[in-house]
């Protein structure tokens, strides 16, 4: 899970016994409650490269950075894994405020590509050697950087974090209504968005299009003139406001990026300023078909930071409403990819039926069907009601394997599935470790990392379960990931039901301010979708300083380019549905 | 020229044109009704008793819906292309005999427009080869990616599954020995051609399906890739004729089907009875209608680049060896 | 017969109306729809002639498969490309001299050597125009032409396919 209090010896030694080269040169991260280590900007790639190909670090999960703003400082944070399962190397650049420059991790780690470039975006990093550092989530008018802490949004942002009471003596008061629409933007000088035209596309790379001209007219005075369409950010096959940018050859996709930020709403800004429990709620929002998981990840995170625990029948009630929302999200991801694939609607909504019982209980037991709000630090928001236990019983044991298996008949054989889903938007095992692909699409690919086994937290060690891995890297095995890791949900839950214990649910008292010592955290959890990481920096105030979320719907999103070329626009599609993405989360 | 006869077909023209607007509205109600069952849904009950109203709110909501034509769209074709898509769906009919001869006050009628011309085959084929402008034409003039790549495609795809439209045709012309669909329909009294024809009536149901953009083979509308394909700028009632255009020709494809391969208006005490052809006819339609829908209700969308190696690559040359395996046995066994 | 003629005479101004808009039209779209309409009207006169089937065949071939592939590469090379084009100066002089060419030739066979080429014309079989007796003349007295056409489409054929063959490599 997280390593707060102190630098595992073992991991200690392995730097140690890396060949000295950075024996003087890398230091220990001494700070109170931090890890990892302190890295110079000039070796940051060295490094970097050595820790993948001598240590085994080989996947990168989390770039972020933070902004010390009062030490003039700046911090880019990266954690790195082993795909065999262990704790996180952390390692830290730390760079001047007037002049954030790193070199990019991008030739070592690709999949560093968009997390770099929302580290650029929203606090202003620059890192050299990106082929294409732009914006990703603001658009690209867009001044100053959101995420720094000297910068105010305008005419609204307050000093006092978190904001004052906007209820003073029971009336109703809103800065919003101070506002007048638009007012709160604040342009660049000269910069009028109704005359501003992007420039040219040029993040369709040179190289890229010499090479297509070649294969267009290879040997032959034949010439085929290709087409750049957007799918999005109005489609209905995005699965939400979300626009690919693709390059046709006929119906061939030669070139193909993705382009998203139209949903953001600087989710981390917002969760700066908010206390530590204002979050919990809010991370419902971030993939919201599964907010029981997003809770935990924020809770694993900030727990650690307090050090507590949650009592025994709060964790088995934790990893029940975790298992169940893996279900619903991945029934909801079946169904889709299938309504993707040009369904029309009747597997989804076979799935959703499934989908409906299971939100009737995260009802009954939250009292809110999607935005569950359920977790809390050290304990949950309320004990399950009574017989509660007997429906989810019934569900797990009963009705949910029996529904999969008729899901699994009517689907899994079928010609068309089959023929559209084989072999197409294959990511190799390398390709998908280097992407910081997570979650389904890493395990389709061949790579048994599942964060439940490779890196344990809550209570998953005490399970038995499987890591469903398939090895073909396609959308096929996406698909039959999913579907396996259903019934592999279900076997945990067959557990959890068994052994549910009585007793408390809160650690301590339940409190709504509570106190979070300074110091750092990194929880992560194998979210549905993939893995979700939460980077939390605290200073002792009753608001985090810095509040990250590595989201695996935005990083899953770097291998897209590369699963789409060559293929056929039909297929980008089901090649997005496979990755099954929310924009929620993606955007932020 | 006779006026009765003149008045008759008036009126048998009347009758067809009704019969396809008819059928266009309570088709899509019919068909968003079995969808819903078959993915467990009620579907549209509240516009009258049983949503029978439904389709009569539709169409004034879309009647008022604002007629939008782009900016940058060729205004003239813009405008043209839904008529030009809607005009096959209604002329298809004429050649297809709705029911056997009838006699009102000593005067004999026969229940279609032009039943007996003897090239009737090939005028269905002729309309049909048609129909693919509209289409090609709202794609290209709408001036939009999409819309043009849905044109495109659909050219392609009518193109390629005309002619395994036609090589399915050649079955029943070889078994019945005419080209007249009355005479086809009249070749049936003793075994239905999908007997003697098995194979010829799955190319036909294959390529009928592919002719009229439904799913499986609805690429030129892909919804998830190509947004609405050819039809994403049309709205209000230019939209609304493109929808009628692919359910009237649905309705029209399984009129076809039912008359070359399921007998047609055949059926028994037909002969005694002659109104009840129509209602056989009526029947065969609706049964083909709904394997249409329960097709779109449970299958994903074929590719483009297969779909198109499924026409030119299977179901070609298995046409071509239908139409082989038939002539010999017709020459051997005699014709039917 | 009155309603034969005046039918023949709208579809006439049709069909002359339909060519002359193929001609000046700008626009390839245009000028391609305007061709359709003018194959239809002809298809239409055909079956004014009593001959169905060649009127259907006509509808079927030009109007349903050529002019669509025609369409077809208009739509791809873009409206802009075909509807500027490529001027010809050449070209007027030689289409003056080429129709004048033919108006002659027309004037001749109508005026001066109509007796020798029309035949004498027969009354119209209840058959003729029908698919059996076409399909008759076309295997018997006509076979060889037949054949040489068949062969000749096959050429065209595998010549097409191996064009785009190269292209892949």
């Keep these: ?588 | ?336 | 017969m009155s309603t034969q003629l005046i039918l023949f005479f709208i579809l006439a101004v049709i069909a002359i109306l339909s060519a002359i808009g193929m001609l000046v039209s700008k626009n390839s779209v245009y000028s391609a729809m305007f061709l359709v309409l003018n194959f239809v009207t002809i298809a239409v006169l055909f079956l004014l002639l009593n001959a169905p089937f060649i009127a259907m065949v006509q509808v079927t071939i030009y109007a349903g498969a050529i002019m669509v592939l025609f369409l077809f590469v208009i739509m791809l090379l873009g409206t802009d490309m075909a509807a500027e084009g490529i001027s010809m100066p050449w070209q007027p002089p030689i289409a003056i001299l080429l129709s004048g060419a033919l108006i002659l030739e027309f004037a001749f066979i109508l005026f001066f050597a109509q007796q020798d080429v029309l035949p004498q014309i027969e009354a119209i079989s209840a058959a003729f125009g029908s698919p059996q007796s076409i399909g008759k003349l076309l295997f018997n007295f006509y076979l060889l032409p037949f054949e040489v056409t068949s062969v000749l489409l096959l050429v065209a054929m595998v010549g097409a396919i191996i064009l785009a063959q190269r292209e892949t490599g």
């Excluded at chain 1, 928001?381 to 699994?408: F, H, Q, Y």
């Excluded at chain 2, 009704?33 to 849904?41: D, G, N, S, T």
């Design chain 1, 1 to 588: 899970m997280t390593e707060n209090v102190e630098v595992p010896k073992e991991l200690d030694a392995t730097i140690q016994s890396m060949d000295n080269r950075f024996h003087d040169i890398v230091t220990l991260d001494d700070r109170k409650s931090y890890t990892g280590y302190l890295v110079p900007v000039e070796n940051l790639i060295d490094f970097a490269t050595s820790i993948r190909d001598d240590l085994g670090y080989d996947y990168l999960s989390s770039v972020t950075g933070v902004d010390y703003f009062p030490e003039e400082k700046m911090e880019v944070v990266y954690h790195a894994y082993k795909t065999s399962g262990g704790g996180a190397l952390v390692f830290k650049v730390q760079i001047p405020r007037e002049k954030p420059e790193v070199p990019s991790l991008i030739s070592v780690f690709p999949g560093s590509d968009f997390q770099e470039r929302e580290a650029w975006d929203l606090l202003g990093i620059r890192f050299s050697g990106h082929p294409n550092l732009t914006r990703i989530l603001m658009w690209e008018g867009f001044e100053g950087h959101p995420l720094r802490k000297d910068w105010k949004e305008p005419f609204f942002e307050e000093e006092k974090k978190p904001y004052k009471n906007r209820w003073p003596e029971g009336g109703v008061y809103r800065i919003e209504d101070e506002v007048p629409m638009g007012k709160n933007v604040k342009y660049p000088l000269g910069f009028d968005p109704q005359k501003w035209t992007p420039e040219e596309q040029t993040t369709f790379k040179e190289d890229m299009d010499s090479e297509a001209g070649d294969n267009g007219s290879n040997g032959s005075a034949m010439h085929t003139d290709q087409i750049v369409v957007n799918l999005g950010p109005q489609h209905p096959s995005t699965h939400g406001v979300f626009r690919m940018v693709a390059r046709l050859d006929g119906e061939t996709v030669v070139d193909l990026y993705p382009e998203m930020g139209y949903l953001h709403r600087n989710h981390e800004k917002i969760g700066e300023r908010n206390t530590y429990i204002m979050n919990m709620p809010y991370t419902d929002r971030l993939d919201y078909i599964s907010s029981m998981s997003n809770n935990l990840g924020y809770a694993l995170a900030v727990e650690s930071l307090m050090g507590i625990k949650p009592p025994e029948r709060t964790e088995y009630i934790r990893v029940m409403m975790v298992e169940l929302t893996r279900i619903v999200s991945h029934l909801w991801s079946i169904g889709f990819l299938l309504n993707d694939l040009g369904a029309f609607f009747t597997p989804a909504l076979y799935a959703i039926n499934e989908r409906e019982l299971i939100l009737d209980i995260f009802e009954a037991t939250a009292g809110s069907r999607m935005m569950c709000n359920y977790l809390r630090f050290g304990g949950i928001s309320r004990d399950l009601p009574d017989g509660i236990l007997e429906t989810v019983r019934e569900l797990v044991n009963e009705r949910l394997p029996r529904k999969i298996d008729e899901l699994d008949t009517y689907l899994t054989e079928n010609e068309i599935l089959r023929s559209r889903c084989i072999g197409v938007g294959v990511l190799s095992k390398e390709d998908a470790i280097a992407y910081s692909a997570a979650g389904p699409v890493l395990r389709a690919s061949g790579v048994s990392y599942d964060v439940r086994r490779a890196d344990p937290y809550s209570i998953y060690e005490r399970f038995e379960f499987d890591v469903v891995v398939r090895y073909n890297g396609d959308v096929y095995d996406r698909y039959l990931v999913r579907m396996e890791e259903i019934r592999q949900s279900l076997r945990i839950l067959h557990q959890v039901v068994r052994d549910i214990p009585e007793g408390e649910i809160q650690t301590g008292k339940a409190l709504y301010q509570v106190r979070v010592p300074a110091g750092e955290a990194y929880g992560r959890v194998e979210n549905p979708k993939g893995e979700l990481g939460f980077y939390v920096v605290s200073n002792g105030k009753p608001n985090p300083w810095r509040y990250h979320i590595r989201a695996p719907s935005f990083i899953n999103l770097t291998a897209l380019g590369k699963m789409c070329k060559g293929e056929k626009v039909a297929d980008v599609v089901a090649i997005l549905g496979s990755i099954d993405i929310v924009l929620g989360e993606t955007d932020r």
């Design chain 2, 1 to 336: 020229m006779d006026p009765a006869l003149l008045v008759e077909w008036l009126v048998k023209s009347g009758v067809i044109i009704f019969l396809i607007l008819t059928g266009f509205a309570y088709l899509t109600l019919f068909e968003r009704r079995v969808l819903a069952r078959i993915q467990v849904r009620i579907g549209p009950n509240r516009a009258g008793p049983l949503g029978l109203l439904q389709p009569l709110a539709d169409g004034i909501k879309l009647l008022f819906k604002e007629e939008v034509i782009p900016d940058k769209a060729d205004k003239v074709i813009f405008i043209l292309a839904p008529v030009l898509t809607v005009i096959p769906a209604f002329v298809l009919l004429a050649v297809i005999p709705l029911g056997p001869e009838i006699s009102i006050l000593g005067r004999s009628y026969s229940l279609s427009l032009a039943g007996d011309v003897n090239v009737g085959v090939l005028y269905l084929l002729a309309v049909a080869s048609i129909s693919v402008y509209g289409i090609v034409l709202a794609g290209w003039s709408s001036n939009n990616k999409y819309a043009l790549l849905g044109g495109l495609r659909s050219a392609a795809q009518m193109i390629s599954y005309e002619l395994v439209l036609g090589l399915a045709f050649i079955g029943p012309i070889l078994l019945a020995n005419s080209m007249s669909l009355k005479d086809i329909i009249q070749a049936q009294s003793r075994v239905w051609f999908i007997v003697l024809q098995p194979i010829g009536f799955l190319l036909f149901l294959v390529a009928s399906i592919a002719e009229v953009n439904r799913a499986p083979f609805d690429m030129p509308e892909a919804e998830q890739e190509l947004t609405a394909g050819y039809h994403v700028e049309y709205s209000g009632m230019k939209f609304a004729l493109f929808f009628m255009a692919e359910y009237g020709k649905m309705i029209v494809v399984s009129f076809i089907t039912a008359s070359l391969f399921l007998g047609g208006y055949l059926g028994p005490f037909v002969d005694k009875l002659p109104l009840l052809g129509p209602i056989y006819l009526l029947v065969k339609v609706t049964l083909i209608l709904f394997f249409m829908i329960w097709v779109r209700a449970t299958w994903p969308r074929i590719r483009y680049d297969r779909l198109m190696a499924l026409g030119w690559k299977v179901l070609l040359p298995i046409g071509l060896l239908n139409i082989i395996i038939t002539a010999i046995l017709v020459i051997l066994v005699g014709g039917y």
